[in-house]
């Protein structure tokens, strides 16, 4: 009886430091694992706020492009204005204002982006980032197919409804104008990517 | 010696049930809320199956209704031919195109949607939706922001490019485009909702 509970004795130290190391291990793994991870979130989230600015620079220049292209021809009639503006057509006017609007956006988001570089494991942030950027893109895209068929009719004309092209005039409204469509077009991408990347982040947690 | 041995042989039979039995409390309480999470995750799962079946009629009617959209006005002269087709505008055939090719993808990505029903906390196909709806959001927003930039011009005209309005004389057919561009409006509104969906299934992790 006395041999068997010092057996149990000797057995059970060795049980709790078998036991207790082995938690530690687990400890470390999970520690490693977690740094691991935040580490790849926070390369992620330094990727996104770079990407931010690129966007905000995208979209700054379409909307001034946009707001600043004017063509006024050397010549002029008693009855006709030669003279070309984003103001006289909608779709540009809707063009400036919203990309004015993503533009605004993107800044206001440089702070949530900045608090997942700082806590690369928060989960709201990111998320409100995703649904934003998903809202936001929408818009940003709407300016720029909006725009883009008022520009390739501009460019083209139609024969069907007799809309003549007008870039035979305002040769260089047109040039313009396309150049801020395409930096738009260039934000969408810039946007696609940003909501890739939190769409990721939000999966390794 | 041997007393100690023996409380020592009483105390760990004791010891070993009670850690034994917070474990199992400890693997229910796991459980459950796994369960609660799957459960959760589940129901997402099939409203976000459903609002694809929302979005599949949307964008097929959206096409069909573009595609087919035509009017032959009751006369004619030698020299005009008054007749309107989607095929007239390039705008249009862009929008048939692009709202069929998204339709096609809300088709394909149903199996993905049925994945995540039966299995409500697996993580890749609910990034692979994610991702493939923002693409596709962009496209489906784009054919609907350029062809309603093109239904605006047809209704009002633009006096400054001197294109005048159609809709005067093909009121029908202004009508039939307006509703498919109202109808893959309404897409991109389901679209949204799907991302969000995935984007709070994804955090629920």
């Known amino acids: 009886m006395a041999k068997e509970s010092t057996t149990i004795d000797v057995g059970e130290p060795s049980n709790v430091t078998k036991s207790s190391s082995h938690i530690v291990v687990d400890g470390k793994k999970k520690r490693s694992f977690v740094v691991a991870n935040a580490g790849g979130k926070r390369g992620l989230?330094?990727?996104?706020?770079?990407?931010?600015?690129?966007?905000?620079?995208?979209?700054?220049?379409?909307?001034?492009?946009?707001?600043?292209?004017?063509?006024?021809?050397?010549?002029?009639?008693?009855?006709?204005?030669?003279?070309?503006?984003?103001?006289?057509?909608p779709t540009f006017q809707f063009f400036v204002i919203a990309v004015a609007i993503v533009a605004s956006y993107l800044v206001l988001?440089?702070?949530?982006?900045?608090?997942?570089?700082?806590?690369?494991l928060a989960v709201a942030p990111r998320l409100v980032l995703l649904i934003f950027d998903t809202l936001v893109v929408t818009l940003n895209t709407a300016a720029a197919?909006?725009?883009?068929?008022?520009?390739?009719?501009?460019?083209?004309?139609?024969?069907?409804?007799?809309?003549?092209?007008?870039?035979?005039?305002?040769?260089?409204f047109c040039q313009i104008v396309s150049s801020a469509v395409v930096a738009a077009s260039i934000a969408i991408v810039f946007f696609l990517v940003?909501?890739?990347?939190?769409?990721?982040?939000?999966?390794?947690?």
Chains 1, 2 share one sequence.
């Not at 990407?51 to 050397?74: G, K, Y």
């Not at 197919?145 to 260089?172: E, K, M, R």
């Open 45 to 89: 989230a330094i990727f996104d706020f770079l990407l931010r600015l690129a966007a905000i620079s995208a979209t700054l220049a379409a909307s001034i492009v946009m707001f600043s292209a004017e063509e006024t021809l050397p010549f002029f009639t008693q009855f006709l204005q030669f003279q070309a503006s984003y103001d006289d057509l």
């Open 109 to 120: 988001s440089l702070p949530f982006s900045i608090v997942t570089i700082v806590r690369p």
């Open 145 to 172: 197919a909006s725009s883009a068929a008022i520009v390739y009719l501009a460019h083209n004309g139609n024969q069907n409804t007799n809309w003549l092209p007008i870039c035979q005039q305002f040769g260089d």
């Open 194 to 205: 940003l909501i890739i990347i939190s769409a990721i982040a939000l999966k390794r947690h």
